[in-house]
């Protein structure tokens, strides 16, 4: 499992005062996160508070490195050839499980368009 952490500065406008509609609104998507059940998609298995530094929420751990980093290992092969070569079933697999991933939230009644996609 991995935890992951989020400071109430984060959710707020200082250390002293947090905005109460981005607080309910990371709690909305928790609670949303914790619904949700697609093998391409990373469980989020709970959550907790602590009233004053902030969320930790445990989630599956995802080991195998990034997208960012494997697409940054492609760009370091010099030759378009062998970048296909080495890496054309990799990605199709990669692009195929982020399609499915995001058919299914889209799927969702009511649809879950994800904000924060990136490599």
Same mark, same amino acid.
């Given at each position: 499992?991995a935890?992951?952490?989020?400071?109430?500065?984060?959710v707020?406008?200082?250390?002293?005062? &947090? !905005? &109460?509609s981005? /607080? /309910?609104?990371?709690?909305?998507?928790?609670?949303t996160? %914790?619904?949700?059940?697609?093998?391409?998609i =990373?469980?989020? +298995?709970?959550?907790?508070?602590? &009233?004053?530094?902030?969320?930790?929420?445990?989630m599956?751990?995802?080991?195998g490195?990034?997208?960012?980093?494997?697409? !940054?290992?492609?760009?370091?092969?010099?030759?378009?050839?062998?970048? =296909?070569?080495?890496?054309?079933? +990799?990605? +199709?697999?990669?692009? +195929?499980?982020?399609?499915?991933?995001l058919?299914?939230?889209?799927? %969702? /009644?009511?649809?879950?368009?994800?904000? !924060?996609?990136k490599?």
């Amino acid at each position: 499992v991995a935890v992951k952490f989020i400071k109430w500065s984060a959710v707020g406008v200082g250390r002293c005062w &947090r !905005d &109460r509609s981005q /607080e /309910e609104q990371l709690h909305r998507e928790l609670k949303t996160l %914790m619904v949700l059940d697609n093998p391409f998609i =990373i469980r989020v +298995r709970e959550w907790f508070e602590d &009233r004053r530094s902030g969320i930790y929420f445990v989630m599956e751990l995802c080991e195998g490195g990034s997208l960012q980093g494997l697409l !940054d290992g492609i760009c370091e092969v010099a030759s378009r050839e062998e970048r =296909i070569s080495q890496f054309q079933e +990799r990605l +199709r697999r990669h692009f +195929r499980e982020v399609s499915y991933a995001l058919a299914y939230l889209h799927g %969702m /009644e009511p649809p879950i368009v994800h904000c !924060d996609l990136k490599p």
